[in-house]
Every structure is written in structure tokens, then in C-alpha cells.
């Protein structure tokens, strides 16, 4: 199994619409977690952290499930630049605070 | 303008023909780390250095070497390429490695690296 598993998708989704991704983590001992945004043939960049209250950033909101060790991400009223690939990603903790990739899931607004 | 810059972009080599690929970072970041990406893999961490002087392998070194004498530079070494190395490189630094809040990773622009 692998430690951090997402849908690839792709996801094809008309503008204005509301999609979610999840994401699951087998390490139990993870520690925090996050989105990254990836557009094609570009880097990483951080897209927000996810808390365990919850937290919203404008269109989007990521949840986190502790007990189910699951990540989601919404995004709400979909722009045709939210297009990107989406990686979720998790930090499993020890000494060094190891950061862990899925491989991400693809979303394609379209107009 | 705060950044991650790698060096070359993009490289086609040969088998065997040594290279390095150049990372160099100007927000003070103690922590420094290499990725490769391939289809279907997802990024997977190469070396890290959590400080000047200390580096230490991540999950796939093999056939790579790294160093860091200056807490801003950080270059991947490939010794002896392989046509199996071919893939998009990433170089990322963070504040530091400590604590829950600390992963949050800028990345360099990328290099895509093929060896024939």
C-alpha cells in the first residue's frame, strides 16, 4: 500500500462547479498536512496547509480526518485556471519531519 | 525576489558522462532537498541536508551525490548518468525541518534531465 494514496483522475469538471479530492495516508503518526498546486511542466507550490479544525482559503476548503486518515480538498464555483494537478502531501514525522508525495490528481475546468 | 534556482533547465547527456545540476536558494533556508519525478511516481525525495555539512540519503540516492559548504548551494552530482536517471528534477528548501509547521517547501523551477 502506499503511504499516501490519491485519484489520479483525471477530473473534468464544467466552470462553476464544486469537485473534491481525497487524499489517504497509512502512517498514523502523521503530523501535518498539506496541498501543493502543480501546473503542467511546472513546480510545486504550496496551495494551503490543512489544520485539523479545518480551514477555508476563499474557493477552497481542506478537511482533515484524523481517525480515517483521510485529507479532502473542495473547490468551490471552479475557474479555468484551477487547472493543475494536485498533490497531496504528508509530513510522517521522526527526525527528520519527512514529507511524503501522492502522485497527485489532475483537474481540468472546462469552459 | 525570494526563490529556489536550479541550473541547467534542461540537459540531454550521454551515458556515463558526469554532470551536476546546480541549486541555489537566497532565503537563509537551513533545509535543502532533491526530488525526482516521474509518471506515475510522484515526486520522490533523492538527498536532503538539514544544515551546512549535513546531507543524508533520501529514498531512491542511488547513483547520486550531493554536498552543502554553503548553506545557499546545494548541487545534485551525477557521477556516471544512466539512461534510467532520466526525469524532472527538483531542487525545494524550507525554513527548517523542525517542528509541524516547518514543511513548507519552495521549489526551484525544475530540470529536465534525459540520458541516452
Known amino acids: 500500500r502506499k503511504e499516501v494514496e490519491q485519484d489520479p483522475g483525471p477530473f473534468n469538471v464544467p466552470e462553476g462547479a464544486t469537485v473534491a479530492f481525497n487524499c489517504t495516508y497509512s502512517n498514523s503518526a502523521s503530523q501535518s498536512f498539506f496541498w501543493y498546486r502543480q501546473d503542467c511542466r511546472k513546480e510545486p507550490k504550496l496551495l494551503m496547509s490543512?489544520?485539523?479544525s479545518g480551514n477555508e482559503d476563499g474557493r477552497f476548503t481542506a478537511q482533515l480526518n484524523r481517525a480515517s486518515q483521510y485529507i479532502s480538498l473542495l473547490i468551490r464555483d471552479s475557474k479555468l485556471s484551477d487547472s493543475a494537478t494536485y498533490l497531496c502531501v504528508v509530513n510522517v514525522g521522526g527526525a527528520t519531519n519527512k514529507l511524503i508525495f501522492g502522485t497527485g490528481t489532475l483537474l481540468a475546468v472546462q469552459p | 525576489e525570494a526563490q529556489v534556482t536550479q541550473n541547467p533547465r534542461y540537459l540531454i547527456t550521454v551515458t556515463g558522462k558526469k554532470l551536476t545540476v546546480t541549486c541555489s536558494q537566497n532565503?537563509?533556508?537551513?533545509?535543502m532537498s532533491w526530488y525526482r519525478q516521474d509518471p506515475g511516481l510522484g515526486l520522490r525525495q533523492i538527498y536532503y541536508?538539514?544544515?551546512?555539512?549535513?546531507?543524508d540519503k533520501g529514498d531512491v540516492p542511488e547513483g547520486y551525490k550531493v554536498s552543502r559548504k554553503e548553506k545557499r548551494n546545494f548541487p545534485l552530482i551525477l557521477e556516471s548518468p544512466s539512461p534510467n536517471q532520466t526525469s524532472l528534477y527538483f531542487c525545494?528548501?524550507?525554513?527548517?525541518?523542525?517542528?509541524?509547521?516547518?514543511?513548507?517547501?519552495?521549489f526551484g523551477a525544475g530540470s529536465r534531465l534525459t540520458v541516452l
Open positions: 532565503m537563509n533556508h537551513e533545509y
Open positions: 541536508s538539514m544544515n551546512v555539512e549535513v546531507t
Open positions: 490543512v489544520y485539523s
Open positions: 525545494a528548501s524550507s525554513l527548517w525541518a523542525g517542528g509541524a509547521g516547518a514543511n513548507v517547501l519552495t
